[in-house]
C-alpha cells in the first residue's frame, strides 16, 4: 500500500515551457486535490475532483488544469510556466463522505523551480 | 485574504514541557478544524481534529481547543518530545473537504 505517490521529486522548468505533474493513490479515495506552498503562504488549493469525470477550481486554479479520468490519477498539468510558479506542489486524497474526507492523505511534494 | 492566521512562525520549547501553538481563523462558516504536522521533505499528516459542535479533542499527547465566539483554535503538546519538532499547519474547512491551511509554526524542542 504506497499512499499517495507524486512524481516528479524535483524539476527545473524554462518559463514558457508545459509539463505534468503526476499524482497516484491506491487507497480507492474518491477526493483528490493539489496544493502549493509557499513561504508565508501556507498550502493553497488549486483544483480537486470528488470523484472520476468531476473536476473543479481552488483557490488558484490560474495556469493549471486537471482531470480525472480513473480513480487513482489526478496529474496536474502546467500550460506554460512561469517563475510565479516556483513552489511545492502536494497531492492530497481522502475518502468522501463524513469526518474521514476531512482527514487528508498528502504525498512527499515535487518540488518546481521555473526559470 | 487569508482566512486562518497563524501568527507566531516559530516557537522553542524544551523538552518535556507544554508546547502551545495558536490559529485564528475568520471565515464563521468553518465548521471543522485540523491540525496537521509536516517534516522537511515530505508531505503534511494529520495530526488531530475538532468539530465546531466541540470545544475541546484530545489524543494522547494532543489536545485541541476551539473557541469559537473568538474564532480562535489552540494546539497544546504536553510533554513537547524532540520529534515533535516540525512545522504545524491549522487548517479549516466549511463541510466541503476543501481545506484553507494557516502559514504554519516551526516548532523546535530543545534537548
Known amino acids: 500500500n504506497a499512499g499517495v505517490t507524486q512524481t516528479p521529486k524535483f524539476q527545473v522548468l524554462k518559463t514558457g515551457q508545459s509539463m505534468t505533474l503526476q499524482c497516484a493513490q491506491d487507497?480507492?479515495?474518491?477526493?483528490m486535490s493539489w496544493y502549493r506552498q509557499d513561504p508565508g503562504m501556507g498550502l493553497r488549493l488549486i483544483h480537486y475532483s470528488v470523484g472520476a469525470g468531476i473536476t473543479d477550481q481552488g483557490e488558484v486554479p490560474n495556469g493549471y488544469n486537471v482531470s480525472r479520468s480513473t480513480t487513482e490519477d489526478f496529474p496536474l498539468r502546467l500550460l506554460s510556466a512561469a517563475p510565479s510558479q516556483t513552489s511545492v506542489y502536494f497531492c492530497?486524497?481522502?475518502?468522501?463522505?463524513?469526518?474521514?474526507?476531512?482527514?487528508?492523505?498528502f504525498g512527499p511534494g515535487t518540488r518546481l523551480t521555473v526559470t | 485574504d487569508q482566512q486562518v492566521k497563524q501568527n507566531s512562525p516559530s516557537l522553542s520549547v524544551q523538552e518535556g514541557r507544554i508546547s502551545i501553538l495558536n490559529c485564528d481563523y475568520t471565515n464563521s462558516m468553518f465548521d471543522y478544524f485540523l491540525w496537521y504536522k509536516k517534516y522537511p521533505a515530505e508531505g503534511p499528516t494529520f495530526l488531530i481534529s475538532?468539530?465546531?459542535?466541540?470545544d475541546k479533542n484530545e489524543d494522547g499527547r494532543f489536545t485541541v481547543f476551539l473557541n469559537k465566539s473568538a474564532k480562535h483554535l489552540s494546539l497544546h503538546i504536553v510533554p513537547s518530545q524532540p520529534g515533535d519538532s516540525a512545522v504545524y499547519f491549522c487548517a479549516a474547512s466549511s463541510n466541503d473537504y476543501k481545506l484553507s491551511f494557516g502559514a504554519g509554526t516551526t516548532v523546535t524542542v530543545r534537548a
Open positions: 487507497m480507492n479515495h474518491e477526493y
Open positions: 475538532i468539530s465546531s459542535i466541540k
Open positions: 492530497a486524497s481522502s475518502p468522501s463522505g463524513g469526518r474521514a474526507g476531512y482527514e487528508q492523505y
